[in-house]
């Protein structure tokens, strides 16, 4: 029996010391050749951002390192790591999270031509500590039997009396909800958000769960006739390798709000450049890369996500569902008013 | 002092100072250097709350405490229930009865835990869904579907306990292998039926393994994330990573995770309370296998259906749904590079197992050998972290880790040398966290052992000159086996399937495959998180396997 043991400890360390080496011969690689880097701390876990990614390396020979964790994780260890911290960009799946970076003092303001330029104003910090990659609408998904179109108008229509039992959204933790809040609070003030926020709760079907996949499945089960979800999960949705979520998909509606005033609430995934970032060159670099239009014809047609380049057209499925007006609220504003959200979700009893 | 006690208190006393005086020095010191050590990210946790909670605490109290205290109070009692159901009855047939496919169903049973709770919960979900594969069934014979929605806090309650429940069913059965025999051989002697066997004598004797189980159960229900949220069900969990990160207050999320900390010790100390005058300790070896009963077939078969119940529940169903999943999107997610992850996965998890398990069972002698009671108290301080979520534990690994690479820093460069983080980002804070994190499912399964290999047999050992260590590895290490593999298994697992404190403090070379289903099932691509999923599940499955033959032969 010690026999096995002791085969299992060498395997083990066999195996870690293998981990070991490997590293150790990238790291003392990077220091005889100086090989050229960017540190990239992301909240995105795509599959067509390491598509990316990898062209970005193909084309420029600098390597892309990676770290995957939440955007609230990685700033908290960012700040943690302060000076030394080896990151150099961070990439977020909203602007809140990279106001709160901005504010905290972790990301710098940069010169980039291609970068001011190419992206829309509202779309970029005023102070480019960071700049938005690519856009995502929060729509509504309503089913094709027992709604009408033309009965849909605003987000803030959703409260009134009309949908009472009849709107389906999930929790208030995820920041997609907080930051539709926040621009609701920048659009028409903090009481009428409350008074908003309470009419939703009253008008849900059923106690927020799950994800914005499920809510979609859940009106066309029948809880609930419409759902206030995020425009790429449907795109997703629609190209499901599930036959069975494809069809779910093709028999809800899609609605864009707000058309006749201000505009569908977007957000962004945006990046911005590390404080303390030492390879600040191959950061900007990247990021400019992140909006060229072969990575936003990826991010579109991969992730569903609308581009921010202009002249980049989305994918197909986006399309289909016709242009719309967006909300061009500054959207620093989202991440000003990110907490007050929150607290107005918990006032009201949003779960 | 001396003179108030009677003759036999001075003379332990005497004994006592004698030992102290030879012990503290060694035994006592490097105790508590250790627990130091291990102590240390919940200590850096700790210290914030002199600083307050935040401004919104009040905001808290007033509008979620309730919730999150009845939420979790309701998953640790329905949880417990449930867990206790399966693991003690499992355990209990498992090692008193010959039934169909017994061996293999013994390790089936450890199995539902290879797979995260949280994956278990979609899979469930994905299960009872609209469009999912009930319904398909159901429209396969024509059936109406209905619907059961599950997503409540009573399935999460579900949800958890049968992905939960091998820690009871590992702990109990190994005090049942191991200890079992001689009171079995005579309570039959005596002539006393099988029911009362059970209920009158082995429950309560199997009493503090059962409990070391089911308190890793509970810190374990407390601290899920991924589950709770994901099933809308407001816990001290999701209120630590609400009042974190939505309302940006780190303070306020430690508050609560002190109070869940509290929560789990008071649990502790009611159940160190409830069982003080009574110490379960056997001075046989017990190498004997226990001798199991052969009852009559139909008999069998149905000791086999009720064993086979949390199998089919916590590892059967949930892994037909991923196996269903895998195939709809191997196309896409499929890699060959998989088969290198498990492999690294593998080392890191099966090191990290063993240094966690060296850890343990240094932190349980070295303070038996302590002759002071505080270093035995102090050293249950260690295994704490277990409780808190681990992505607050990151937090406390990084504050030491990185406070030590600053100054490491600093002092290099007076040297001339400039280099960056020497600590973080290695494989070295990544082995420390899982230490930290997952000491007390160590402990605990060995800790309970140890309990009932009685002190006289050491002590003897010792007496006639033996040394501590040899005595050690040559009497007592033999008795405690099956709870140091027991022990092994579970923080293997745990590592193979752990989340928060890898993806913050891994090193960029490694990558994990809980890591690669994470990153596919954080964004609501559950499908695609199923072919890493079953990975980590058939990984994780082969040490399962072996350490437990290596468990029952002996």
């Known amino acids: 029996m010690k026999k096995i043991i002791l085969g299992i400890i060498s395997l083990a360390l066999v195996t870690a010391c293998g981990n070991d080496n490997d590293q150790s011969i990238t790291t003392s690689d990077s220091d005889k050749e100086k090989e050229e880097v960017v540190n990239v701390y992301t909240h995105r876990h795509y599959e067509s ?49 990279l106001h709160r970076a901005k504010e905290q003092g972790l990301l710098q303001s940069i010169t980039s031509e291609v970068l001011e330029k190419n992206i829309p104003d509202y779309l970029q910090d005023e102070d480019n500590f960071w700049f938005g990659i690519t856009k995502r609408a929060r729509i509504v998904a309503y089913s094709k039997d027992r709604v009408q179109p033309n009965e849909l108008t605003t987000y803030e229509n959703l409260a009134t009396e009309k949908w009472r039992n009849r709107i389906l959204v999930r929790s208030s933790s995820n920041i997609y909800n907080q930051s539709l809040l926040a621009s609701i609070i920048a659009n028409d003030g903090e009481e009428e958000a409350k008074k908003w926020t309470r009419g939703i709760v009253e008008n849900m079907a059923r106690s927020p769960k799950g994800s914005d996949r499920d809510q979609v499945k859940a009106v066309v089960a029948g809880e609930g006739d419409i759902a206030i979800v995020n425009s790429y999960y449907v795109g997703r949705m629609l190209n499901s390798p599930d036959p069975e979520e494809v069809s779910v998909a093709q028999q809800i509606g899609i609605f864009f709000p707000n058309q006749n005033d201000r505009g569908t ?80 979700f918990d006032e009201s009893g949003w779960k | 002092m001396n003179q108030v006690g009677n003759k036999q208190n001075t003379f332990s006393l005497t004994k006592r100072l004698k030992r102290l005086k030879r012990d503290v020095n060694k035994w006592s010191v490097l105790t508590l250097t ?128 049968i992905s939960l429940f091998p820690y009871v069913y590992v702990s109990a059965r190994a005090f049942f292998l191991n200890q079992a025999n001689n009171l079995l051989e005579a309570s039959k002697m005596l002539g006393i039926n099988e029911g009362k066997t059970f209920f009158k ?65 008071a649990l502790i100390l009611f159940e160190k309370w409830q069982i003080r005058k009574v110490r379960f300790t056997s001075s046989k070896t017990n190498d004997t296998q226990i001798h199991r009963k052969d009852p009559n077939k139909p008999m069998q078969w149905l000791i086999f259906t009720i064993v086979f119940i949390p199998v089919l529940l916590g590892f059967i169903i949930p892994l037909s749904q991923l196996i269903y999943w895998a195939f709809l999107t191997a196309s896409t997610v499929f890699d060959i590079k998989f088969i290198m992850l498990s492999l690294q996965s593998f080392g890191i998890a099966i090191s990290s197992a063993l240094i966690t398990v060296f850890f343990a069972l240094i932190l349980i002698y070295f303070s038996k050998w302590s002759a002071l009671r505080l270093v035995k108290n102090i050293s249950r301080v260690g295994v704490m972290g277990y409780a808190i979520p681990g992505a607050v534990i990151a937090i406390g690994i990084m504050l030491p880790t990185i406070a030590l690479d600053k100054w490491l820093i600093q002092t290099l460069k007076s040297f001339g040398i400039d280099s960056g983080f020497i600590v973080n980002g290695t494989l070295i804070a ?113 040490p399962v396997i072996f350490l437990n033959k290596l468990l029952i032969k002996r």
């Open chain 1, 49 to 97: 951002d390491q598509d990316i990614f990898k062209l970005f390396e193909e084309t420029t020979g600098i390597k892309v390192k990676v770290t995957n964790a939440s955007a609230d994780e990685l700033i908290q260890k960012m700040k943690m790591e302060g000076e030394q911290s080896p990151a150099d960009v961070l990439i977020t799946v909203d602007a809140g999270r």
């Open chain 2, 34 to 161: 250790i627990v130091f050590f291990l102590a240390l990210p919940v200590i850096s946790i700790g210290v914030e709350l002199f600083s307050g909670p935040g401004e919104t605490w009040s905001h808290i109290v007033e509008y979620l405490l309730f919730q999150y205290i009845s939420n979790s109070l309701y998953l640790i009692f329905f949880c417990s229930f449930l867990v206790l159901v399966f693991g003690v009855s499992s355990a209990w047939f498992i090692s008193r009865f010959n039934f169909p496919f017994r061996k293999q169903i013994e390790w089936l049973l450890i199995l539902p835990l290879t797979i995260p709770s949280y994956i278990v919960g979609y899979a469930y979900a994905g299960i009872f869904d609209y469009g999912g594969s009930l319904d398909m069934l159901f429209r396969q014979f024509n059936l109406d579907f209905i619907r059961i929605d599950i997503m409540n806090r009573t399935g999460l309650a579900f949800i958890l306990s």
């Open chain 2, 430 to 542: 990544l082995f420390y966290a899982y230490t930290v994190r997952f000491l007390a499912v160590a402990y605990n399964p060995i800790e309970s052992t140890t309990l009932k290999v009685d002190s006289s047999i050491s002590d003897s050992s010792k007496v006639l000159g033996v040394g501590n260590l040899k005595t050690f590895f040559k009497i007592e290490f033999p008795l405690i086996k099956a709870g140091v593999f027991s022990a092994v298994i579970l923080v293997f697992i745990d590592v193979m399937k752990e989340l928060p404190l890898t993806l913050i403090l891994k090193p960029y070379a490694i990558d994990t495959l809980a890591v690669k289903a994470f990153e596919y099932a954080s964004d609501e691509m559950v499908m695609e998180a199923s072919i890493p999923s079953l990975f980590i599940i058939f990984t994780a499955m082969i």
């Open chain 2, 201 to 265: 004598l082995m429950l309560p004797l199997a009493r503090p393994a059962i409990i070391a189980g089911l308190i890793l159960v509970i810190m374990e229900v407390l601290n899920d994330y991924g589950a709770a949220s994901y099933y809308g069900v407001n816990t001290f969990t999701t209120g630590i990573f609400r009042s974190w990160f939505s309302l940006e207050e780190p303070q306020t999320a430690i508050y609560l995770s002190a109070l869940l900390v509290a929560i789990i010790f």
């Open chain 1, 265 to 344: 609430h977007i957000n962004v995934s945006g990046a911005g450049v590390a404080k303390y970032a030492s390879n600040k060159e191959n950061a900007i670099r990247f990021i400019e890369f992140l909006i060229s239009e072969e990575a936003q014809i990826i991010f579109t047609n991969a992730n569903y996500e609308y581009p921010v380049l202009e002249g980049v057209e989305p994918a197909q499925t986006l399309k289909d569902w016709g242009e719309f007006k967006e909300d061009k609220l500054e959207l620093t504003e989202l991440g000003e008013n990110n907490k007050k959200a929150v607290l107005i």
